[in-house]
């Protein structure tokens, strides 16, 4: 099925250290949604974008919905071990016959180093 | 207040078989989904349930069925299973109807690994 083209794959930083990650796609959609995924549970909702050009902080996360509607990006500041996860972008389009199901990008490995 | 609750956790299962996942949506949720994820992949759609009808679904085959009952758990049921059907089913679920802000946004739950041998 359709996915987005998420990148990096995965990337292996210091405790302290920025990230950035985004998210592209060939469809337009009208939410843009950030979520985290630890081994063994299910994905946690970080950030949701509702508006193109939107930024939204959540903590030292933070997101923008792209001019185009076509991609996002994600940035965490100052990184912990914690942040230690899975991220995951998803498109969503919502209004005529779509009701809103979640199209994932393949996920970006975050691991930190101490 | 609760999140969303899928059981079992884990299901082993061989081919052939059948198997029923269950999903307790959050609070004050009335719309559910269903997702499959493979290990090392994104979630994919499979459905989304809604006012106990089936609204939307994704490029899965009829063996996979669901149900909504009235209180607004869910059921994914899956027939005749291949080795290719082992992975994580996710169950989501959205304020929909409420229409106010965040109605779209979805809570996931843990999960439910099923692995067929």
């Known amino acids: 099925g359709q996915q987005l083209n998420q990148s990096p794959q995965s990337m292996f930083i210091q405790e302290g250290e920025d990230v950035s990650m985004n998210c592209t796609s060939s469809s337009i959609f009208n939410t843009w949604l950030w979520y985290k995924q630890e081994p063994g549970e299910g994905p946690v909702l970080l950030i949701a974008l509702y508006k193109a050009g939107e930024l939204t902080s959540n903590g030292r996360l933070t997101a923008q919905f792209g001019i185009t509607r076509k991609d996002s990006f994600l940035n965490i500041s100052a990184s912990i071990p914690s942040d230690v996860g899975i991220y995951f972008c998803?498109?969503?389009?919502?209004?005529?016959?779509?009701?809103?199901?979640?199209?994932f990008g393949q996920g970006t490995i975050l691991t930190v180093h101490p | 207040d609760a999140g969303v609750t899928q059981s079992p956790t884990h299901l082993i299962k061989t081919r052939g078989q059948q198997v029923t996942l269950r999903c307790s949506p959050k609070s004050g949720h009335d719309t559910v989904s269903w997702y499959q994820q493979a290990l090392g992949q994104g979630p994919q759609f499979i459905f989304q349930?809604?006012?106990?009808?089936?609204?939307q679904r994704g490029n899965f085959p009829d063996r996979f069925s669901g149900h909504q009952f009235p209180n607004y758990s869910s059921e994914l049921n899956v027939n005749a299973l291949l080795l290719g059907d082992s992975a994580l089913y996710l169950c989501a679920s959205s304020p929909l109807s409420s229409g106010g802000p965040g109605y779209n946004e979805q809570f996931f739950g843990p999960g439910t690994r099923l692995t067929v041998l």
């Open positions: 349930y809604y006012e106990e009808e089936e609204r």
């Open positions: 998803a498109g969503q389009l919502t209004g005529g016959t779509s009701y809103g199901k979640l199209t």
